[in-house]
């Protein structure tokens, strides 16, 4: 339904619709308050039992794991050892509770009132009804996933972590050292950021506020004319025409922050000083740190590029190119140069923002459609099915099933032109809507950088077929030689190239299986190929019975894909049956 035009009709629409949300505020905040005490147990008690009831171990393989590390050297062993990990140790504990407990009760008392506002959008059905049931159950029910996943992020995730410092070796063949000759040089050029840039940064920040105090209501208020950005909907105004009141807050907000922020800019001039070996380009940051946050301050506001202060060089090594460009400012992204429309913005689903968890359901929707396929010819067998129900996993299915997903995306990308990576024929990934946060840049621009390095590679259909099945058999050359797959490229040179690719596949694939959720989503992925070997073969597969609490917060993220999936699935089997 399109907005109402004009300020009259918009005012009219507002004035019609406040009882309806007052309404709908008052039994949302009802439900958060029965909720919020049965939350908030659920979360802070589950959380706590696991920080608690592991925390020794995380300790005593902590140490252990420095100790054994190959990439430290003696003098950092000896200082994160007596200086970094029990401050660790005691605070990771207390903020881990008190976190718990915070965020079960806002979670408990906020979830209920979205849930509540989001029943009556349109294409709902019975909407008095899940005006009263929504927010209550489902609540619950994710509060139990949370806990779970912490489980999973401390006791899985946390260990291969470990494991990964204790056998990996130091790149290069030189382990991390402290040098203790620039050590000295070092303090003092953080202790001088910290005296210029604090101040100075302060200063700055709030001759700004006012100008962003401004700024923010102008925008704002231009918006609910227009009934664009934030009042676009009807149901967001009442939050937005609360913006507007609580904008000075923000901006307060924003200027403390730049107070707080300044204190690690300047003491990061030590990290530099230590870094170039170099006591000068330690000084030399002091400087361009205030360049580099008036430059940053002036994109956000919209303001004039450029900066009053000098920018000298702090670094080394540094392109040429960009120290040109970059010389006078900050460059600005092209959201900067031409703000794009904001209703047009939020109309085009094509550059609608992608979450990261609606990223993984995507990758184990393929993973799904995949695994059944790989089930039907054999490929994957009931004992990669046991071995994933085992303690001890499967790297056939946990590492190489989704690792074999993302290489097909990369390969039907390059083969496609696409600027992004293509997930399943449904979800592209492009710079433009890949999830914000920044830990995800991790794994999106290296798998970039693989898709076009395969697409200069050029491969053929059995080279293609012999990246696909080493990337999912995890080199396994018994198995890589039983499957029906032909034989390993005749160019040595071509052969090591794609085991590369291969190994980094398998390499991001294992950092992502430590994202919270993964485990979760892994557990329904085996059990539905569980499902298929079963009606392929027959025969139960053994698998560990869980209690009823796991059987409680397991996610059916599957169950609807299971029901549509399974009536092509038998069709296929029985066709493949038929033919054999």
Not at 402 to 422: E, F, T
Request: proline share 5%.
């Amino acid at each position: 339904m399109e907005p109402p035009t004009g300020f009259s009709a918009s005012l009219l629409s507002f004035i019609r619709f406040l009882p309806f949300f007052i309404g709908l505020l008052l039994l949302g905040t009802t439900k958060g308050i029965l909720f919020c005490p049965l939350i908030c147990l659920i979360i802070a008690t589950g959380n706590t039992a696991i920080i608690l009831g592991l925390w020794i171990v995380h300790a005593v393989w902590t140490y252990y794991c420095v100790v054994r590390a190959k990439q430290f050297g003696p003098i950092l062993k000896l200082v994160i050892g007596l200086c970094v990990l029990p401050v660790l140790l005691v605070v990771y504990p207390i903020v881990g509770i008190l976190g718990s407990i915070v965020g079960g009760a806002a979670y408990g008392f906020l979830s209920p009132i979205f849930a509540t506002l989001e029943a009556v959008e349109e294409g709902k059905d019975d909407k008095f009804y899940h005006c009263f049931i929504d927010g209550t159950w489902s609540t619950v029910e994710k509060s139990c996933m949370v806990v779970r996943d912490v489980n999973d992020v401390c006791f899985l995730s946390y260990f291969s972590v470990m494991d990964d410092l204790r056998q990996k070796g130091p790149p290069n063949a030189k382990y991390y050292e402290i040098r203790l000759l620039y050590i000295p040089g070092a303090l003092i050029a953080a202790v001088i950021g910290i005296i210029v840039d604090l101040p100075i940064i302060s200063f700055v920040a709030l001759c700004k506020g006012p100008y962003m105090l401004f700024k923010g209501w102008h925008r704002l208020f231009h918006d609910l004319v227009g009934r664009e950005g934030p009042f676009l909907e009807t149901i967001c105004v009442p939050f937005a025409g609360l913006a507007i009141l609580l904008w000075p807050l923000a901006v307060a907000g924003a200027i403390l922050a730049s107070m707080l922020t300044s204190f690690f800019l300047g003491a990061y001039a030590g990290i530099v000083a230590y870094q170039e070996s170099s006591f000068l380009f330690g000084l030399s940051y002091v400087v361009a740190a205030l360049a580099i946050y008036d430059e940053y301050s002036n994109d956000i506001l919209d303001m004039p590029e450029g900066s009053c202060f000098p920018r000298p060089q702090f670094r080394k090594e540094v392109d040429t190119s960009q120290r040109t460009s970059n010389s006078n400012s900050v460059l600005r992204p092209s959201s900067f140069r031409k703000a794009p429309s904001r209703t047009s913005s939020m109309k085009n689903n094509n550059i609608a923002e992608l979450k990261s968890f609606e990223l993984l359901d995507a990758l184990f929707k393929e993973c799904f459609r995949v695994g059944e396929k790989l089930v039907s010819e054999g490929i994957i067998t009931r004992k990669d099915i046991k071995e994933a129900n085992s303690g001890n996993g499967s790297r056939v299915i946990s590492i190489g099933l989704p690792a074999y997903c993302l290489v097909q995306g990369l390969l039907r990308s390059a083969k496609l032109n696409s600027v992004g990576i293509m997930i399943s024929d449904e979800t592209e990934l492009t710079t433009s809507n890949r999830p914000r946060e920044t830990f995800f840049d991790w794994f999106v621009n290296p798998l970039l950088i693989i898709k076009e390095q395969i697409k200069a590679e050029n491969l053929s259909v059995s080279e293609e077929d012999y990246l696909c099945k080493l990337v999912l058999l995890s080199g396994d050359a018994d198995r890589l030689k039983n499957s029906s797959v032909g034989p390993a490229p005749e160019s040595e040179v071509k052969r090591a190239e794609l085991e590369a690719l291969a190994r980094r596949l398998q390499g991001i694939t294992k950092s992502m299986s430590r994202f919270p959720t993964f485990k979760r989503r892994f557990d329904d992925l085996v059990r539905s190929l569980s499902d298929d070997l079963t009606e392929i073969h027959g025969g139960p597969i053994m698998t560990r019975s869980k209690s009823a609490f796991a059987r409680l917060i397991s996610l059916k993220s599957f169950k609807g894909t299971r029901a549509n999936g399974s009536a092509q699935g038998s069709q296929h089997v029985a066709k493949d049956l038929e033919n054999s």
